[in-house]
């Protein structure tokens, strides 16, 4: 039963209530499939036991080279995590993007306020537990950085930290393009063409809204939207189609940002095309020289085209002096932030709490032996010990606390008035 419940919560995206009133609307207890259907929070109890036994398993020092990646989730409430996973170096050699089913987590952490030193200290802890990773991958956000090159000076062994190439590319894309009057004019357009072709005829031509962070991860969305849609605008007008005139007049000025257009999407179709080869094939001294040959489509001058060289090149010794290829790219632990974010939200959460221990059950391949296992090795009271150690007081548990339930009156007693006379 415990198998059957958190395979439907976990592979088909429902909440713990929402996987409850699916099973009691089969009515397979009516039919003898089933001998009864568990309450929601005896569900969440399975999952949570679970996840603290998948991430005690992982906690386990690994004979084999592994690499580690280490991120932040958003802030949600008035907390944030530090999620650390652990990869094996065998997986990073084998020419295609990690899997969920690939990592482990290793550490979960949560805090209200982050700095360098807290990063340092977390990881160091860890490190000395789980044993020491060959390099360790991240964002370039200055707080996690700082707090894993401090780490790694500790390192019994030659770790060296890597930046994710996504965040980097999108880092030497900002540098360039946000000061460029070119395209802050066109992001104005587009803010301006939203609002001329909502609610009307033409609003299937409406552009990509810009991501508020992150927003150069997917620059080239809103460039690729534009040329695409100037080629549209300029069919129409060759067949002098009725609408011609009006499409022209709602889309006006767009034109004349052709050729900014075309140089950007060029840029960035080269940019991801060097970052699908450090995804890929990791990096190592062939990835390297293919990226720099792919860097020759952009002129010899481009800033971008330096920024992105200078970075490959950074990395040249390390590769050399190392026996497989360096993990480049901290996507996978984007995908796992995202899907537990979905999964929080599915259950109504406003602050991260104890579900925060579903994460490691989203890198495990769930079976019956390994739900076993868990609920049979990992008690109840062990998971409110990790809790109580680790997440502290929710916003909830302050709230019970402060404003406590009254007590439901017992049969055969009775209530004074407020301003009865008691005399």
Same mark, same amino acid.
């Given at each position: 039963?415990?198998?059957?419940?958190?395979?439907?919560?976990?592979?088909?995206?429902?909440?713990?209530?929402?996987?409850? !009133?699916?099973?009691?609307?089969?009515?397979?207890?009516?039919?003898?499939?089933?001998?009864?259907?568990?309450?929601?929070?005896?569900?969440?109890?399975?999952?949570?036991?679970?996840?603290?036994?998948?991430?005690?398993?992982?906690?386990?020092?690994?004979?084999?080279?592994?690499?580690?990646?280490?991120?932040?989730?958003?802030?949600?409430?008035?907390?944030?995590?530090?999620?650390? /996973?652990?990869?094996?170096?065998?997986?990073?050699?084998?020419?295609?993007?990690?899997?969920?089913?690939?990592?482990?987590?290793?550490?979960?952490?949560?805090?209200?306020?982050?700095?360098?030193?807290?990063?340092?200290?977390?990881?160091?802890?860890?490190?000395?537990?789980?044993?020491?990773?060959?390099?360790?991958?991240?964002?370039?956000?200055?707080?996690?950085?700082?707090?894993?090159?401090?780490?790694?000076?500790?390192?019994?062994?030659?770790?060296?930290?890597?930046?994710?190439? $996504?965040?980097?590319?999108?880092?030497?894309?900002?540098?360039?393009?946000?000061? /460029?009057?070119?395209?802050?004019?066109?992001?104005?357009?587009?803010?301006?063409?939203?609002?001329?072709?909502?609610?009307?005829?033409?609003?299937?031509?409406?552009?990509?809204?810009?991501?508020?962070?992150?927003?150069?991860?997917?620059?080239?969305?809103?460039?690729?939207?534009?040329?695409?849609?100037?080629?549209?605008?300029?069919?129409?007008?060759?067949?002098?189609?009725?609408?011609?005139?009006?499409?022209?007049?709602?889309?006006?000025?767009?034109? $004349?940002?052709?050729?900014?257009?075309?140089?950007?999407? !060029?840029?960035?179709?080269?940019?991801?095309?060097?970052?699908?080869?450090?995804?890929?094939?990791?990096?190592?001294?062939?990835?390297?020289?293919?990226?720099?040959?792919?860097?020759?489509?952009?002129?010899?001058?481009?800033?971008?085209?330096?920024?992105?060289?200078?970075?490959?090149?950074?990395?040249? +010794?390390?590769?050399?002096?190392?026996?497989?290829?360096?993990?480049?790219?901290?996507?996978?632990?984007?995908?796992?932030?995202?899907?537990?974010?979905?999964?929080?939200?599915?259950?109504?959460? $406003?602050? /991260?709490?104890?579900?925060?221990?579903?994460?490691?059950?989203?890198?495990?391949?769930?079976?019956?032996?390994?739900?076993?296992?868990?609920?049979?090795?990992?008690?109840?009271?062990?998971?409110?010990?990790?809790?109580?150690?680790?997440?502290?007081?929710?916003?909830?548990?302050?709230?019970?606390?402060?404003?406590?339930?009254?007590?439901?009156?017992? +049969?055969?007693?009775?209530?004074?008035?407020?301003?009865?006379?008691?005399?």
């Amino acid at each position: 039963m415990s198998y059957f419940y958190l395979h439907i919560v976990f592979h088909c995206n429902l909440s713990f209530r929402a996987s409850s !009133r699916v099973l009691k609307s089969f009515d397979l207890i009516a039919v003898g499939l089933l001998s009864w259907v568990p309450h929601f929070t005896t569900g969440i109890g399975w999952a949570l036991r679970l996840g603290l036994h998948c991430l005690q398993q992982a906690q386990r020092p690994l004979e084999a080279q592994w690499v580690c990646i280490a991120d932040f989730t958003v802030q949600i409430g008035c907390q944030k995590a530090l999620i650390v /996973l652990r990869v094996p170096v065998s997986a990073c050699s084998q020419g295609k993007a990690l899997t969920l089913k690939q990592v482990e987590v290793i550490g979960l952490s949560l805090g209200e306020t982050w700095n360098g030193a807290r990063v340092s200290t977390v990881l160091l802890a860890l490190f000395k537990r789980c044993g020491w990773p060959a390099h360790v991958v991240s964002d370039c956000g200055s707080d996690i950085k700082k707090g894993i090159i401090d780490t790694l000076l500790e390192a019994p062994n030659r770790a060296s930290w890597i930046s994710d190439v $996504s965040h980097f590319v999108a880092n030497a894309l900002k540098h360039y393009y946000t000061k /460029l009057s070119l395209f802050q004019q066109f992001q104005r357009l587009c803010t301006r063409m939203h609002q001329r072709l909502q609610q009307t005829r033409f609003a299937f031509l409406l552009p990509p809204k810009a991501r508020a962070k992150g927003r150069f991860l997917s620059a080239s969305r809103q460039a690729e939207w534009g040329l695409r849609t100037i080629a549209y605008l300029e069919a129409q007008e060759r067949e002098a189609a009725p609408e011609a005139a009006a499409l022209a007049q709602a889309l006006r000025g767009l034109k $004349s940002f052709k050729l900014f257009l075309m140089t950007f999407v !060029r840029n960035t179709t080269c940019l991801n095309q060097v970052m699908k080869i450090v995804k890929t094939q990791g990096l190592r001294a062939e990835s390297i020289q293919a990226c720099q040959e792919t860097l020759g489509n952009l002129p010899v001058r481009s800033p971008i085209r330096k920024e992105v060289s200078h970075y490959l090149q950074h990395y040249v +010794p390390i590769v050399e002096s190392s026996d497989s290829p360096l993990l480049g790219s901290s996507d996978v632990i984007e995908s796992l932030i995202g899907k537990a974010k979905q999964r929080l939200e599915a259950n109504g959460h $406003s602050e /991260l709490n104890k579900s925060i221990l579903l994460i490691p059950c989203m890198c495990r391949e769930l079976t019956q032996d390994l739900v076993a296992e868990a609920l049979t090795t990992v008690r109840v009271q062990d998971v409110t010990t990790w809790v109580s150690e680790n997440v502290g007081d929710t916003m909830q548990s302050k709230r019970r606390r402060e404003f406590p339930r009254s007590q439901p009156q017992k +049969p055969g007693t009775e209530t004074a008035e407020p301003l009865a006379d008691t005399g």
